[in-house]
């Protein structure tokens, strides 16, 4: 409203411009964590038009997939709640978010027992540094195994959280995790961390080790 008014709420400079705001009204959206109630904000002449939840729209989806994400960038429950309210003007419990929140660690065992390919051409072994909350929020290293389908595809193989900075001493830790993934492998990439080519090979002598930053 104040981008569309082109002042500030109570800014003397909106006097006499022709337009102004004229309070909210109520309305019930459907979303997919129920029914709830949005405040939409109003102008004079009605030439204003929502952008987050337009007129005559009364659902409003991808509410749960919002939720994770604000949850997967570090924030408590308590903040995601604060967010909504301030993004949409409703009302989201903590229960709810917490409802939601935990269906990703019910799905978590039927993806990590999920059949994969009999081969994988190429698998890059690598780690990202992510901020996480585990009591409080700190950044750590998520190691991941991507590999490349032979139809092209990206698949994520696995993911394993460390405690410090990355190195060939975790992966080593992780490796029986990765027997299967590495012995269908015909290419692993990595950044050929000291002793970590020599633990994939072990694994399977046949893998052809590239180092990353060989490859373009």
């Not at 929502?50 to 005559?56: A, H, I, Y």
């Not at 994770?68 to 419990?93: D, F, M, N, P, Q």
């Not at 585990?134 to 195994?145: E, L, W």
């Amino acid at each position: 409203m104040t981008d569309h008014l082109g002042y500030k709420h109570g800014d003397p400079s909106g006097r006499g411009t022709g337009n102004f705001r004229n309070g909210t009204r109520s309305k019930t959206v459907v979303t997919d964590v129920g029914p709830i109630e949005v405040h939409v904000p109003r102008d004079r002449d009605g030439s204003f038009e929502p952008q987050l939840v337009r007129k005559r729209q009364r659902r409003l989806e991808g509410v749960e997939n919002m939720v994770l994400s604000l949850s997967a960038k570090g924030l408590t429950h308590g903040e995601i709640c604060s967010h909504l309210h301030e993004v949409y003007g409703v009302e989201v419990s903590k229960q709810t978010i917490t409802t939601i929140t935990d269906k990703v660690i019910e799905g978590m065992p039927e993806w990590q027992n999920r059949p994969l390919d009999p081969v994988y051409p190429v698998v890059f072994l690598d780690a990202i540094h992510v901020r996480i909350r585990d009591g409080k929020a700190a950044n750590r290293p998520i190691y991941v195994a991507m590999a490349v389908t032979v139809e092209g595809r990206r698949d994520i193989l696995g993911l394993w959280a460390g405690d410090g900075g990355e190195g060939a001493k975790f992966w080593l830790q992780v490796s029986p995790s990765c027997v299967t993934v590495v012995s269908r492998t015909c290419s692993c990439v990595c950044d050929c961390l000291k002793g970590f080519p020599d633990a994939i090979n072990q694994v399977r002598p046949a893998t052809v080790v590239r180092d990353c930053s060989t490859i373009r």
